[in-house]
């Protein structure tokens, strides 16, 4: 009788043992369909979001973020509709789209800087004058007021961000100069700009240091705070837009974006804070 009792005593502690290792498990699985968010919107704010979607869910394991691009129109669209949580947005609301439930959040701005050798004399080109040489239209700096010498166009290939920034403030649709010379990254851009008495090229403004000139645009001159007040041509705005009442998880990731670390994480990334 004691060999009996001795092994249900074992059976149930051997039971008690297993339900332990077992319920880690069975909490981590129940947290991690606790909740799921979906992101989406301007492409060129992805890049960006992805570094802020890390950092915060090491801090809420139990979130789950699912972010995509599809534009900024569509992002606005698909969150007013309840197809998503969050939108992101590389530009402001839109009068006609705003509303009363309707709350878009700043967390950024950046800058695409256009930078040339400081051999070259002239040190401001209009926006239009730019979109005629990065679209290969004007091809000599003698029809820019410059030297009599070929212009050299440098700049970034698909998938920059800064790229994408060019595209949309200078270019309007029109293609980039089939001569121009696309460069992987932006030290790249830097070096070779640096190199040719001829070059122009484009950069953020993190990644201008010493060695090229950067240009003024339509008369302004490129700073912080010509980016923050707005009056630098090239700049952008960047938002996250939610609608009506959103999830708890959705305003604790943007109070997260406008926090004093979700900056530091955006500006790390190359965007100007704006807290």
Known sequence: ?????????????????????????????????????????????????????????????????????????????????????????????????????????????????????????????????LQGIFGGQVTNWSQAGGNNASITVVGRKVGSTTRKGMEEMVMEGIDFAKSATLLESADAVFKTVAADPNAIGYLALKDVHDGVRALRVDDVSVSRETILSGRYPLSRDFFLVIYDKPKNAIQNFVDFALSNDGQKILEHEGLIRVY
């Open 1 to 129: 009788m004691k060999h009996h009792n001795h092994s249900r005593g074992l059976r149930l502690a051997a039971f008690c043992c297993s339900l332990l290792l077992l319920l880690p498990l069975l909490g981590c699985g129940k947290q991690a369909r606790q909740e799921s968010l979906l992101i989406a919107g301007s492409s060129t704010l992805l890049p960006y979001m992805e570094k802020l979607k890390e950092a915060f869910q090491k801090n809420h394991p139990q979130i789950l973020i699912e972010d995509d691009a599809g534009g900024s129109t569509a992002g606005l669209i698909a969150v007013k509709r309840g197809a998503i949580d969050l939108a992101m947005m590389s530009r402001e609301v839109t009068r006609e789209e705003d509303d009363q439930y309707t709350r878009d959040y700043l967390i950024g701005k950046d800058a695409v800087v256009i930078v040339s050798n400081p051999a070259n004399p002239l040190a401001n080109l209009s926006r239009r004058q």
